[in-house]
């Protein structure tokens, strides 16, 4: 349907051009509009409010304007169209042909985990900088966010044709660490760094500021270390590389729970040596300021304050850090767009960041190319008493919520006849698919720029919007087609080309199989996995319902038996390469 959909698009485009041609229209620009799914299936499969959006500029009614743009349609005779009616709004409403419905999904059984087949962007490169957490802290629920929304971008990316780029930008450097060692040789009690857990770290961290509310000198004590810490004190340097080292160990063991893999895993530290050739640039080109001692950059054009690139007693800032990552990744990958999966908080401080690459021209410069930076700002995840602090001590361990998580699932699986008499490996290892599956979903079918209330009941919940009822799903029509021997079957081939005896329901099912490629489209565009959420979800619904109402094994009308093993095997599939995207576990039985 995608294809039907540009083509409709570029067709109402050169009907506007004709009746401006012709003097039925006055001279303007066509304003940018979309053809999109009306809500309700009586209005058709695509509607558009080009009228209504010309109305003002053309000094013409919408109904009007509809209907003279559908008479120019109309004699362009589109193949793929029954009839285009206009609502009383002025909206356009077209109905397919129940052929194109056909054909797209004997598409799906023909190209299977590559539907649908996108190659439009096979030369195009996407770095992501997600996860990204700070070394010395556990890994805890707050970065989760960025991690799963990060990954499925990635992922949706890559099926969609791009070169995917996962940056996992450590936070390895800056005043904190000077903090934290400063706690460490004050209240550590230990001789050997090497003795400590990434939880006594995080104590000590939080020791820290609460003793800095009481004595603010203590501040400038953290600052010192840090100091000592960019001077390349051996001593000082030889406890950061062991917080490093035991950080790693810990963020690997959650990646590995989680399954993801990220490319590349660069801490900040590494941009250091970059960072003098980047003063001197912002100094030649007449970017760089002086203020209080400190390096600064100003923004005239824009309303932002000033950005620090240097402080006062000459330690680098993780904004001077982040410029030389930008410079490395533009020399490196040459990338078309650069996506940063941040928190919302740090919107102001992503606008100041692109504002000085874009003074510098650097991706022209480098990339040979205008690369594209956004940033995928996520909400928080917030405990029952607020916002989840490191400093305060509210952090929530993410390595105890999936264990709890998995713990759950088992719950549901000792109630499930499948595994009645499966061993306690078995069990484990797809109880842990559920948890994390059910995690990853949970956040996922939200809008990233919500705020999420962590809720594990919710997360588990076999009869809701969640990922063991995806999970259940799949493994219903798995469990039909492996009934069926579909695999065994080369081709199904529908030999009516007209199927009126499809029910309305199955008709409207067969419709919404075939949204899936401009909904990964629109998932694209908008950096939002939470759209492929919503459909697979109102698609499972739909399946659903259709299996207990239908018969399909059973059904006597060899045709229409095809047919709904066709739906069913298309359902199954749209919901695998969904699964994929998300990085959601696909069981075999539930």
Known sequence: MEVQRQILKEKIKESI????????????FIPNFDINFPVFFQYGDFTSNIAILLSKVAQKPPIGLANLILEKLNNKKINFLEKIEISPQGFLNFFLK????????????????????????????????????????????????????GHAIYNLFKFLGYKSIGDNHLGDWGTQFGNLIFAILKWGGKKNIKEY???????????????????????????????????????????WREIVKLSLKEFNKIYKILDIKID?????????????????????????????????????????????????DGTSTYFLRDLAAIKYRLKKWKPDIILYEVGAEQSLYMKQ????VKMLKWDKIYAKKETYFFHLSHGLYLSKGGKISTRQGTTIHLEKILNKAIQEAKKILSKSK???????????????????????YNDLRENPQNNIIFDLKKCLNLKGNSGPYLQYTLVRANSVLKKAKINRINKIKILSK???????EEFYLLKEICKFRTILLKSQEKFSPNIICN???????????????????????????????????????????????LGLSVLEKM
């Open 353 to 356: 960041l692109f504002e000085a």
């Open 264 to 312: 590349f895993t660069i801490g900040e530290s590494f941009y250091l040596k970059f960072t003098k050739e980047i003063i001197k640039e912002l100094q030649e080109k007449g970017i760089l300021s002086k203020s209080e001692g400190a390096l600064i950059i100003k923004f005239k054009e824009k309303e932002f304050p000033p950005a620090i690139l240097v402080k006062s």
């Open 98 to 149: 129940k052929e194109v419905f056909l054909e797209e999904i004997n598409n799906i059984f023909k190209e299977k985990e590559r539907y649908p087949r996108i190659i439009l962007n096979k030369k195009k490169t996407i770095v992501i900088d997600y996860s990204s957490p700070n070394i010395a802290k556990s890994f805890g629920i707050g970065h989760l966010r960025s991690t799963i929304i």
């Open 535 to 581: 459909y697979i979800f109102n698609l499972s619904q739909k399946f659903n319902l259709f299996y207990e109402r239908y018969p399909i094994l059973n059904e006597k009308n060899d045709d229409l038996r095809k047919l709904r093993l066709l739906i069913t095997f298309s359902i199954a599939q749209i919901l695998k390469n969904s699964f994929k995207i």
């Open 418 to 440: 499948a595994y009645k008499n499966a061993s306690e490996k078995i069990k484990e290892k797809v109880a842990k698919k559920i948890a994390i599956s059910a995690i990853k």
């Open 197 to 239: 857990t990434i939880y006594e770290l995080e104590k000590l961290y939080v020791k820290f500021h609460k003793e800095a509310q009481k004595n603010p000198k203590i501040k400038e004590e953290g600052r010192k270390y840090f100091f000592k810490l960019e001077k390349r004190d051996e001593k000082i340097k030889q406890i």
């Open 498 to 504: 007209n199927p009126n005896f499809l029910s309305e």
């Open 17 to 28: 051009l004709e009746l401006q041609k012709e003097k039925i229209l006055s001279d303007f």
